[in-house]
Every structure is written in C-alpha cells, then in structure tokens.
T-cell receptor
Framework: SAVISQKPSRDICQRGTSLTIQCQVD?????MFWYRQQPGQSLTLIAT?????????ESGFVIDKFPISRPNLTFSTLTVSNMSPEDSSIYLC??????????FGPGTRLTVT | KNEVEQSPQNLTAQEGEFITINCSYS?????LHWLQQHPGGGIVSLFM???GKKKHGRLIATINIQEKHSSLHITASHPRDSAVYIC???????????FGAGTILRVKS
C-alpha cells in the first residue's frame, strides 16, 4: 500500500494569486498523478508527474497554468497559477504501485474568491 | 455517452438495508476500481477487480467482463457508510483511469 499526505488540506485564495500543493508518499513510487474534482463533478486527470522530466499533461491542461515538480520518487508539487473562481476544486494526488494498484491522497480543497 | 456510467446517482437507504450500486463501461479495461469519497474529499480505494468477486467485511464487489458491468454491494448498511462511491476503470491501453460520476449514498438511522 501507500500512505499519501497533502498540504495544505484546504485554502481560500484571492483571484490572481498562485497556490502550491505538496504531495508526499511514504514509499518510492514510479507513477504520480494529479487530479482535479470540480464541485459536483467526478475526477479529471490533470497530469502525470514524471521524476526527472517534464510532466505529461492531459488535453485541456497546460504547464503555464498547472506547473508540476517531481524532484524525487516520493514527492511532487502542483501549482495552480493565476487563480480564478473556476479553479475552485478539490485537487488530489494519486500514486500507482504494483499491478493496477492506485492510491489517493486526502485532497486539497481550494476556494478562490 | 460517458465511458463509465454509474447508477443510481443518489441513493437513500435505511440502516440495515442491502445496497447495490452499479457500474457499466463501454471500453476495454485491464481493471476496475471501486472508491469511497467522504465529505472531506479524501478518497479510499475499496476494491480493485479484474475478474470475479471480492469481499471485504460488509462490502462485496463483482465484475462481469463479458457484460462490461460491475456491482458494489453493502450488506447491513450503516450511517457511517454514507459517502460518494466512485467506479473507475483502467483503460486497457494507455494505463489511464476513467471515472464514473459517482453515487451519493446516504444511510439514515
């Protein structure tokens, strides 16, 4: 299994500012993912965080808006840049281990005013 | 049509009732996950299935690969089971997870 922690757990931010969310895993993992869950919606994959190289972004998500770092096999950050109210969501870190196993963090609840 | 469809969207049950949540998918998959999300937002993985049936406590998950259908059953439901239950499939090619919209379950005492 994998135990994932995220910081902050929640935040209220002003439009135009940026927030960096941290994800820490208790063991080394190859695959780390960042998801967004907008109010009343299901999860959408933002990007796969690759260790040692640039993240792989899904359609509709760009590096300028959601820069991601992955300095090692246990840690990643997601920044939500130049925020607007539409960015109000839960942001979840997730890791893949073993065969088809996937674990999720507790989420960061972001409100943009 | 979404690749993963869940039913019902909302479900209210009395404590002790047997609950079934259904998931149908239209793509080739390598595995199916059932997830539980509590109001705080965190997600817990309940089951990962590629065939047959799994049981954990009062929870049972089944999958029929030929019919592209899975069910999550909760026996002797309890108010603490109140949560959103999400079905997610791992695509056969590309390793991507695709999520259903979720089923909001409320168990009343």
């Amino acid at each position: 299994s994998a135990v994932i922690s995220q910081k902050p757990s929640r935040d209220i931010c002003q439009r135009g500012t940026s927030l960096t969310i941290q994800c820490q895993v208790d063991s080394q993992v190859t695959m780390m993912f960042w998801y967004r869950q907008q109010p009343g919606q299901s999860l959408t994959l933002i990007a796969t965080a690759n260790q040692g190289s640039e993240a792989t972004y899904e359609s509709g998500f760009v590096i300028d808006k959601f820069p991601i770092s992955r300095p090692n096999l246990t840690f990643s950050t997601l920044t939500v840049s130049n925020m607007s109210p539409e960015d109000s969501s839960i942001y979840l870190c997730s890791v893949g281990k073993g065969y088809n196993e996937q674990y999720f963090g507790p989420g960061t609840r972001l409100t943009v005013t | 049509k979404n690749e993963v469809e869940q039913s019902p969207q909302n479900l209210t049950a009395q404590e002790g009732e047997f609950i079934t949540i259904n998931c149908s998918y239209s793509v080739g998959i390598s595995a199916l996950h059932w997830l539980q999300q509590h109001p705080g937002g965190g997600i817990v993985s309940l089951f990962m299935l590629s065939s047959g049936k799994k049981k954990h406590g009062r929870l049972i998950a089944t999958i029929n690969i030929q019919e592209k259908h899975s069910s999550l059953h909760i026996t002797a439901s309890h108010p603490r089971d109140s949560a959103v239950y999400i079905c997610a499939v791992r695509m056969e090619y590309g390793n991507k997870l695709v999520f259903g919209a979720g089923t909001i379950l409320r168990v009343k005492s």
